[in-house]
Every structure is written in structure tokens, then in C-alpha cells.
């Protein structure tokens, strides 16, 4: 019996109940508790009624206790906690839910999603430390700033080998645009920019880190410090040709937006892949053209003021003899340079000492001399230098025999003299005998 009399209530309902018994005792009017408690005058009157009838018990919801008739079938959320283990493992709450709908045909919310993965152990609440940093606003037109960066991730899960995203987002609306490649290089930034432009023109600017293809490590020449210049990496020198401004950024938060749709793309796009089956370069690049136009038209902004400051591209630029590797080489006596250890031969009749070799996006090499292209063959080994051939003649050589005045002589005989003026009588005796034998 005094299990009975307990009423369990929350502070909102306590508080209910105080201010309609201040209504059945008439020190509050019921338009003034409607006011109060958010409700509308009826609903006070109904409220009223009931706890005049039922006491205390009359302010507790009438289906406190029961199951909630939205409530999503048992059978069902057990069939959804096993597609999430097996085909949709490691999807976020939010892309699990939209993926469930999209092929499965279930329709379920992202919150109630997470809640039951986090009570099944499947998903961990996440909380995010952020280090407050200055707010810079977004740039008001399109095209007037663009984040570049490359993302190095295992974006085939194994079944394909590691590669790197090149990325670009547009910092008024948010438009990306991305392509595959197996480095972060020269030549593939070049490559993905050149992608860009047929797509949406020359930016006037773009936002990028300080990665040694982006920036040059060199230093600072005499040739330099006279011209108050910089050493430019290639990238940087296509993109002055180009007439694009190069912003260098100082960490990575300063380039936040490309960095998020980096952690996007490697949570939502890696899945989409793997539902897919894709597996290489080729064939993830074909996925992008279907994957970010939807991506776009789903995350994209409107920018704060209307215009595309993209600039189209001048029909006299060639872009392939902009965005390319350019060296410059001496050229040697014999016609022939030294390009990335390898030997090459100019077949063309010039007078220089300097050549530029131009690696092309597509792997083709030019060897040009003041915008003419020259015609080389590559060498296996250098040539050898053509030596005159040699006469060997053989003369008869002269003995000299000196006279017997000559200066030597007269030393010798000296010298024999002296060493018997030094010798024992003898010695010196038996000497002369001896040379009196030899000349008998």
C-alpha cells in the first residue's frame, strides 16, 4: 500500500502541479498560468479538471510507461545493427543512416542511429578540443580564393595500392574538386590545376602550405638579393605565368577548409568506394565524376556576393608549355647535355651554351632553344673524342763518345788521382799493377 501512494514527477511537472492548485484555489486566474507554464488556456482548463478529479496523479502524462508508438520495430532495428556490422562497418551514424536508405530503403534518423550504436559498444561519443584561433571570414566571391592541398591515405582499404587526393575547395562556396595520383609532386599539382581551369577558369588566388612542391626550399641567390626576388618552385613559376596569386599558409587551422573536407572525404568517400568496389587510380578518378557534383550540390554555400571572379583562359596560352618542368642545361662541346643521368644528343645545328628541357603532364620531354624544339636522340653512352692517328717511327740513336779534352774527362782523371793520393803506398802499388796486367 505505501508503494502506491509514492507519485514519481520531474521538476517540470512539480512545477505544473504548483501552479494549477494555485489556480484551483484561485490565487492564480487560468490565463495567467497559461502565460506561465507555455501552454494555452484549454489546456490549463483540461489540467485543471483532471487533477480535481484524480489528485496529484492527474498532472503525469497518460502514456508515461508505455512504449512510444513511433517506436521503430524490434525486427527491424535488429536487421539494422547487422548491416551495420557487416556491409556498412566503420560508417559514421549520419552516412549509415543515409546509405540505409538510399539502398536499403529503411529509413531511420542519424540520432537515433548513433544512440542505438553507442549502447550496442559500435560508436564512441566524440568530443572535439578546439584551440581558439582568430575567425577569418570567408572570401565574398567565387573564384576569388582556392585551397589547395594533397591527402596521403590508404583510400582503398587494402585493395589497392596507397595514393594521394589532390584536393581544391573554393573559400566563398565550398565547391571541391579532386582528382587520384601515386605521389604529391609537381607534375600531378600541375596536372590536377589544369583539371581545375577547364572546369572553372583561372582562379586569382590560391591558398596552399609550404610543402617543398608548393614552395621552394632554396636560398636566396646573389642574383636574387640584387632583384629583391625569391627562388619560385615550378609550381610557383607556372602559376606567376599564369597571373594566379600564390598565398603560402603558416599552419595548417590557417587552411581549415580543405583540411575538413579532407576528414569528410576520408569518412564518407572510402565507404562509397567500398560499396562500389573500386580499387585503383582509374577507377576511383571516373567515381569523382559522379561523386562531387552530388557533393557539391549537397555542402556547397551561396557566396555573400554574386560574381565569378575566374578568369577564362586566353586562347594563344598554351597551358601544356606552362604547367610543365623546366630546366635549364648547358650544352657541351659536343652537342650533348646531361638530363636526370641520362645522355641526350642534339641532332640540331645551334649556336648556345644554354638548352631548356621541358617534362611534360603527359611524360613527354622537349628540349627547346628560344621557344623552337629541338631534335635529340638519347645516348647510351657519351662519344668518344676522334684522336689523329699515330706514326711511330724508329731512328738509329748516335753513341756520343767525348773528346779527350772534354771537361768530364779531366774531372775523372782528377778524381782518380786524388783517391790515390789517398790510398796506402800499398794499395796504390798493387792498383797499378793490376791496371798494367789489363792493358798487356
Avoid at 542519424?110 to 575567425?135: A, Y
Avoid at 622537349?366 to 684522336?387: D, N, T
Amino acid at each position: 500500500m505505501v508503494e502506491k501512494d509514492i507519485i514519481t514527477m520531474n521538476q517540470e511537472e512539480l512545477k505544473r502541479l504548483y501552479l494549477i492548485k494555485k489556480v484551483i484555489s484561485k490565487e492564480l486566474k487560468q490565463v495567467e498560468a497559461a502565460d506561465k507554464l507555455d501552454l494555452s488556456s484549454r489546456q490549463v482548463r483540461r489540467i485543471t479538471k483532471r487533477v480535481k478529479e484524480e489528485g496529484d496523479t492527474g498532472i503525469i502524462h497518460k502514456l508515461r510507461g508505455h512504449p512510444s508508438r513511433r517506436k521503430v520495430p524490434d525486427k527491424i532495428k535488429h536487421k539494422i545493427i547487422l548491416l551495420y556490422k557487416g556491409k556498412y562497418k566503420g560508417f559514421g551514424p549520419t552516412l549509415a543512416s543515409e546509405k540505409l536508405f538510399e539502398i536499403e530503403r529503411i529509413k531511420i534518423s542519424d540520432e537515433t542511429l548513433r544512440n542505438w550504436l553507442i549502447k550496442d559498444g559500435l560508436w564512441e561519443k566524440r568530443r572535439k578540443h578546439k584551440i581558439h584561433r582568430q575567425w577569418r571570414k570567408r572570401k565574398p566571391r567565387f573564384g576569388e580564393m582556392v585551397q589547395l592541398d594533397g591527402s596521403h591515405h590508404d583510400w582503398f582499404e587494402g585493395r589497392g595500392p596507397k595514393c594521394v587526393l589532390m584536393g581544391y575547395i573554393d573559400d566563398a562556396k565550398s565547391t571541391a574538386s579532386a582528382r587520384f595520383y601515386e605521389y604529391e609532386g609537381t607534375l600531378p599539382a600541375m596536372d590536377s590545376f589544369k583539371s581545375y581551369i577547364k572546369h572553372y577558369g583561372v582562379p586569382h588566388s590560391v591558398y596552399l602550405d609550404k610543402h617543398t612542391t608548393y614552395k621552394s626550399p632554396a636560398k636566396p641567390s646573389i642574383k636574387d638579393e640584387l632583384s629583391n626576388t625569391k627562388p619560385l618552385s615550378q609550381f610557383e613559376r607556372a602559376l606567376k605565368e599564369l597571373g594566379v596569386n600564390v598565398i603560402h599558409a603558416n599552419s595548417p587551422q590557417a587552411k581549415g577548409r580543405i583540411e575538413r573536407l579532407f576528414r569528410t572525404l576520408q569518412d564518407r568517400l572510402i565507404k562509397e568506394m567500398r560499396l562500389r568496389g573500386v580499387k585503383n587510380i582509374g577507377q576511383a578518378n571516373k567515381f569523382l565524376r559522379y561523386y562531387l557534383p552530388v557533393y557539391n550540390k549537397r555542402f556547397g554555400v551561396e557566396p555573400m556576393e554574386k560574381g565569378d571572379l575566374h578568369r577564362p583562359l586566353p586562347e594563344h596560352i598554351d597551358l601544356d608549355t606552362i604547367l610543365c618542368r623546366r630546366t635549364d642545361h648547358t650544352l657541351r662541346n659536343d652537342s650533348t647535355i646531361v638530363h636526370s643521368k641520362k645522355l641526350y644528343q642534339i641532332l640540331d645545328e645551334i649556336n648556345t651554351k644554354k638548352v631548356t628541357v621541358e617534362e611534360r603532364i603527359n611524360g613527354k620531354m622537349l628540349i627547346s632553344y628560344k621557344g623552337k624544339h629541338l631534335k635529340y636522340k638519347q645516348l647510351c653512352q657519351r662519344p668518344a673524342k676522334e684522336k689523329p692517328e699515330q706514326v711511330y717511327g724508329f731512328k738509329v740513336r748516335k753513341v756520343y763518345i767525348p773528346p779527350k779534352d772534354h771537361p768530364w774527362r779531366r774531372f775523372k782523371i782528377a778524381n782518380h788521382r786524388q783517391d790515390y793520393n789517398y790510398l796506402p803506398k800499398e794499395k796504390v802499388d798493387q792498383n797499378k799493377k793490376e791496371l798494367l796486367l789489363r792493358k798487356t
